[in-house]
């Protein structure tokens, strides 16, 4: 470790003009710039040349759920590791055993593009929201009419793009498309904190895997991703180098580490400790945008879905692309990997999600 | 995309092109599918001839290109079919505003050649009858469109106007799909969206003055290096890829793939009898004992055994709490408070004065981040404590018998491999295996060179090295606390008295040899039970330029722990 040098500009309380702040943030951001690139002192992709190669992959699309009537845009998985939650552009929510290959509930949400939702740890309640502003649980239950037991918990001012929920049914996590991110109180639908820094709607939304699970980060248009403070509400870092707007984020396992999907056809790994880019996930040959990514359990894949109807599965560590899927037939909107590592599960425009394994 | 398109349509570097002759009249600069295929793999640097059809079937979806003999295409493939470029002018990024009005004009174009020529699909022909109902107000308007551009199409020359008629039709056909395929144009709602509601903060005051300090907080920060962060990233990536179902597979079978549901029923969250696997991803880190139920329930049978279960109790209880609903968040915290904190409470737990201070002035405004400070600090102390001594306790091993036992195919697991742990197959058995390996966790970085050197790495224990150590063990009591850097240590060497280090060993050869020091341990415990197994994983030599070089695990925790 080595620690940064003693910053001597004080902040002037007094005459803060916005031109002299400005002038004062470029200042501060060299020295940062400069300070990141002497610690900079080795590359991801040299360091991890003297790895064995990953064996071959042979993924499969193992269940093809059909059911959904519009462009699947989110899905996320139950801890059961079989059940599965999915939303669409029509306004479904559909609750799946994808084991089984069967459709236990579905929910007709008064919205169309259900952009976001989330399986609750429990596996009693799912959370969605959309176009409608809001995020709403529902109670999973045996009977039919599930829209009785829905709830509104979260109000944004624009549509909600993401949601997750933390490690309890109490407390859900949003982004939205007014740049803000929030985290609610799921009983009485309070707001606990608010997070206020993007520039541009937020996209993605991941918590940080680690043990205390207080920081979560970000991605959003203004091609920045931003590390919160979930106690404080205070943005602790700011990762750029995305030339597009960012689609998804996602932590590495091991919570020191994060990727980004962007519409520049790239992905990037950043290092929380070494607070910079460690790595790019980029090809001559993709050309599309990458809308959404995930990693295997032990980190060490990168499973990125693109606009261009193909997963693509790079090597986190050595930066080589291992292989593609194909079999989807329109763009890749969704892709997750479950809770034990043992499938991936891909959602796409063409109304279908796979199961891979 | 577009520079792509662009470049292949460059005369010298492009994509050879050539008149062909098709239906008794010339469709020039055509190209075929081998030669665009030929093209991509060369352009992008790409030696799989299944992407390069994949980017070419997306050209043409996206309606750069188009086939000229037949529209029925669903993908390119790499063949001697023909295809033209789109004429810029019908590109999808020029937006184009088309409506059902033009369609209409098209349609009818088609409809009144069609009497001579060529027949309107089934699915065209539907379209056609709907929108004349639909558009029934200007129908007219649209025959009349329809009869102009025929008119000014026959003054054209006959291959200019099959071009062009090829060129609106893949147009219409991209933009208006046939029932069945869905349009590649469709775009994200989102992006519509998006920038609508552009939030101009940048130019405030206050945000302004918030970036400015958010800067400065950001320099005062400590910032690792990338290389120990790449080493670290490294490590943890290889320590769990056994654990990983994508990279070395999953005992006894994935359920995706066999249909057999074992692994699930194995691996429910709270089982008699876990599996070896799932015990070994508990000695990795506290961190993972701690999120699997099982774990965390056979983690507090061991420590209540060691009358120091509160420890685990408070932790869970902290746990509860912030994941409770807020209304009961005040309660909670006082209950908190008075079942662990309080003076005198029933199971008092053990923390210093200056948390205690700081978790009475959370007290005042109860919010679910009250215990934060004392909860981090038992969390160390288990760590540092308890956890190294569960690991090395006769429970545990117990557990891992018993998993063994349960599914004896497993104890081969190391033995065919995956490509990471080489190091791990030296070990003959299990147990010091996982003590190595227990010790390696703690330290995060500092002892890469342990897993790095793995060939080096010697258990130079001979029989009188053993002899000595044990000697050591008994008789020496070094005190530990020039390890020890926080004030917490201190505090907790006063809890159990001296503390009972193990004595670095000395080189018996002509190599200098380091010791790897376990974390330590009550002089009680150690005098009474050592066992073979236990003081060989205790005292690893490693030969290491360097004595300096090693760092003890507790002292790595501190230091390594990000931000």
Redesign the interface.
């Known amino acids: 470790m080595a620690s940064s040098g003693k910053n001597e500009s004080t902040p002037k309380a007094k005459e803060d003009t916005i031109p002299s702040l400005t002038r004062e943030a470029a200042n501060l951001k060299e020295k940062l710039e400069e300070e990141r690139r002497i610690l900079n002192d080795v590359e991801l992709s040299v360091v991890a040349s003297r790895l064995d190669p990953l064996p071959p992959i042979s993924l499969k699309p193992r269940r093809i759920l059909k059911g959904h009537q519009g462009k699947v845009l989110c899905l996320d998985w139950a801890r059961d590791q079989r059940h599965m939650v999915t939303s669409s552009q029509d306004g479904k929510v559909i609750v799946w055993d994808a084991f089984t290959n069967t459709k236990e509930h579905s929910i007709t949400m008064p919205t169309t593009w259900v952009m976001a939702c989330a399986y609750a740890p429990s596996g009693t309640m799912v959370a969605c929201g959309g176009l409608d502003n809001k995020c709403s649980v529902y109670q999973l239950a045996q009977e039919e009419d599930l829209s009785s037991k829905k709830r509104a918990v979260a109000m944004h001012t624009s549509y909600v793009s993401c949601s997750t929920f933390l490690n309890s049914d109490q407390q859900i996590l949003t982004g939205s498309g007014d740049s803000t991110c929030a985290l609610w109180d799921v009983e009485s639908g309070q707001l606990l904190q608010s997070f206020h820094g993007h520039n541009a709607d937020v996209m993605g939304i991941d918590l940080s895997p680690s043990e205390a699970c207080n920081t979560f980060v970000s991605g959003g248009c203004d091609k920045q991703a931003l590390v919160w403070d979930m106690r404080t509400g205070q943005c602790v870092q700011s990762f750029e180098g995305h030339e597009s707007d960012l689609n998804a984020v996602r932590f590495l396992p091991s919570g020191d580490a994060f990727a980004t999907a962007s519409d520049d056809a790239s992905c990037r790994l950043y290092d929380l400790r070494a607070d910079r880019e460690i790595n790019c996930y980029a090809k001559e040959s993709i050309i599309f945008g990458a809308t959404s990514l995930d990693f295997s359990l032990s980190g060490r894949m990168l499973f990125v879905g693109y606009n261009d109807y193909s997963v693509n599965i790079w090597d986190t560590l050595k930066g080589v692309r291992l292989t593609m899927l194909f079999g989807h037939e329109n763009r890749v909107s969704c892709l997750r990997v479950s809770p034990d590592g043992t499938a991936l599960c891909t959602g796409s425009w063409d109304y279908t999600l796979r199961v891979w394994a | 995309?577009e520079q792509?398109v662009r470049d292949m349509q460059h005369p010298n570097s492009g994509i050879p092109t050539k008149s062909q002759k098709v239906f008794l009249s010339f469709v020039p600069c055509a190209f075929t599918g081998s030669d665009l295929a030929e093209w991509?793999r060369k352009?992008?640097?790409?030696d799989?001839s299944?992407?390069?059809m994949?980017?070419a079937t997306?050209m043409y979806r996206l309606g750069y290109i188009y086939p000229v003999d037949t529209t029925k295409v669903t993908s390119i493939k790499d063949d001697n079919c023909l295809y033209r470029f789109q004429s810029p002018y019908f590109w999808p990024s020029h937006e184009r505003s088309h409506d059902n009005t033009d369609y209409a004009i098209f349609l009818a174009k088609r409809f009144m050649r069609s009497k001579q020529v060529t027949i309107l699909e089934d699915y065209e022909q539907t379209a056609y009858n709907n929108l004349q109902r639909l558009l029934s107000h200007k129908w007219e308007f649209i025959l009349f469109q329809a009869q102009e551009q025929n008119r000014i199409a026959k003054q054209r020359k006959t291959a200019d106007r099959i071009i062009m008629d090829a060129q609106e039709r893949a147009f219409w056909r991209i933009h208006y799909p046939p029932p069945g395929h869905?349009s590649?144009l469709?775009s994200d709602?989102?992006r519509k969206?998006?920038?609508a509601?552009?939030?101009h903060?940048?130019?405030s005051?206050e945000a302004?003055?918030k970036?400015?300090?958010?800067?400065?907080?950001?320099?005062?920060?400590?910032?690792?290096?990338?290389?120990?962060?790449?080493?670290?990233?490294?490590k943890?990536?290889?320590?769990?890829?056994e654990?990983?179902?994508?990279?070395?597979g999953?005992q006894p079978s994935?359920?995706?793939?066999s249909d057999d549901?074992t692994?699930?029923t194995l691996?429910t969250t709270l089982v008699e009898t876990p599996t070896e696997r799932r015990i070994r991803r508990w000695a990795i880190s506290l961190?993972e004992l701690?999120?699997d139920a099982t774990g965390r329930h056979e983690f507090a049978k061991f420590l209540k055994k060691e009358f120091s279960e509160e420890n685990i109790a408070f932790w869970e209880e902290c746990?509860n709490l912030?994941?409770?609903?807020?209304?009961s968040v005040p309660e909670l915290v006082h209950d908190i408070y008075r079942k662990y904190l309080a003076p005198g409470a029933p199971s008092q737990i053990n923390i210093d004065g200056h948390t205690t201070d700081m978790t009475q002035q959370c007290l005042r405004n109860p919010s679910r981040?009250a215990f934060?400070a004392a909860q981090?600090q038992i969390?160390l102390l288990m760590q540092k404590d308890s956890y190294p001594r569960f690991l090395r306790s006769d429970h545990f091993k117990e557990l891992l018998r018993k998993a063994m036992n349960a599914n004896p195919r497993k104890n081969r697991f190391f033995t065919f491999g995956?490509?990471?742990n080489r190091h791990a197959k030296v070990a003959p058995d299990l147990t010091p295996f996982a003590m190595r390996r227990k010790e390696s966790e703690d330290s995060q970085v500092e002892d890469t060179f342990v897993i790095t050197n793995g060939g080096g790495l010697t258990h130079s224990l001979s029989a009188s090295n053993l002899k000595d150590f044990e000697l050591a063990q008994l008789y020496t009591h070094q005190n530990g606390d020039s390890h020890h850097t926080s004030a917490d240590n201190n505090q907790l060497a006063s809890r159990f008295g001296t503390w009972q280090n193990t004595a670095p060993l000395k080189p018996q050869g002509p190599k200098i040899v380091s010791t790897i020091d376990v974390p330590p341990r009550r002089m009680s415990d150690s005098s009474l039970e050592v066992s073979d197994i236990r003081s060989t994983s205790m005292v690893m030599s490693v030969p290491l330029p360097s004595i300096q070089t090693l760092i003890a695990p507790w002292e790595a925790v501190e230091?390594?722990k990000?931000?």
């Open positions: 995309m792509l991509i352009q992008l640097k790409t799989d299944i992407e390069a994949h980017i997306m869905t590649a469709q709602i989102r969206n998006s920038y509601c552009l939030i903060q940048n130019n005051l302004s003055r970036k400015v300090l958010f800067l400065q907080r950001r320099l005062h920060t400590l910032t690792m290096k990338s290389s120990k962060a790449i080493e670290s990233l490294m943890h990536c290889s320590r769990y890829a654990h990983d179902p994508m990279v070395s999953t994935n359920p995706w793939i549901t692994l699930w691996n961190r701690l999120a746990e912030k994941s409770a609903p807020q209304s981040f934060e981090l969390l995956y490509p990471f230091t390594s990000p931000l």
